[in-house]
């Protein structure tokens, strides 16, 4: 799990996705403490990610090519993914202009699990992604437009991959001004 955020206003939305997806592979309580490790925020670099990894015996598989947003019909979608032994949970932002839906997929069974309106700041990640995120929102958000929102989505995304390995450097960033039918789009993602 790492970092999707979004700000949904009455004019448009915008959101951000990193595109970082690491792979465990090892005893599974080594996997487990490096995991805690990482997503509590005591792993900042990739190289210290690395060292920690094989001091605990565990390979990892990192990539930076996952597109976890996209956008459909003037919806704007993204995902994360947590894994815990074999349960996987996604959990999936529906976000357009005025309105946004979180939907929550464990074992294949989805389920909306928030809804909301305009004027709101999203962030899905781990502990520490949240965490950063939600700092750079209390101090830089007094209110503005869409591209205000844009500009500290953008801010925000470089600042948490500079404090954690469990982000990537490289960011999708996407925004539209329409409001999406958001019921077909969820409808739609939680038929797959």
């Known amino acids: 799990m790492t970092l ?4 949904i206003g009455k004019q448009g939305a915008v959101m951000a996705g990193d595109m970082r997806e690491i792979a465990f592979q090892g005893d599974d309580s080594c996997i487990e403490e490096l995991e805690r490790e990482l997503y509590s925020g005591s792993i900042a670099s990739d190289n210290d990610l690395q060292a920690r990894a094989d001091e605990v015996g565990v390979t990892i598989r990192v990539r930076n090519d996952k597109a976890k947003i996209s956008q459909q019909d003037g919806v704007l979608i993204g995902e994360v993914t947590e894994t815990e032994g074999p349960v996987v949970r996604r959990k999936r932002l529906y976000a357009t202009a005025g309105n946004y839906a979180i939907a929550e ?23 520490i992604t949240k965490q950063i995120a939600n700092q750079c929102i209390r101090g830089g958000w007094e209110g503005g437009t869409v591209p205000d929102a844009m500009r500290l989505i953008m801010l925000t995304m470089q600042i948490a991959a500079s404090m954690t390995a469990s982000v990537s450097r490289t960011f ?21």
């Open 4 to 7: 999707v955020i979004a700000f």
């Open 172 to 192: 999708v960033l996407v925004h539209t001004d329409i409001a999406g039918n958001l019921a077909d789009a969820v409808d739609r993602g939680l038929r797959v």
């Open 105 to 127: 997929i464990i074992d294949s069974r989805p389920r909306i699990v928030q809804k909301g309106r305009a004027s709101n700041f999203v962030v899905l990640g781990n502990e």
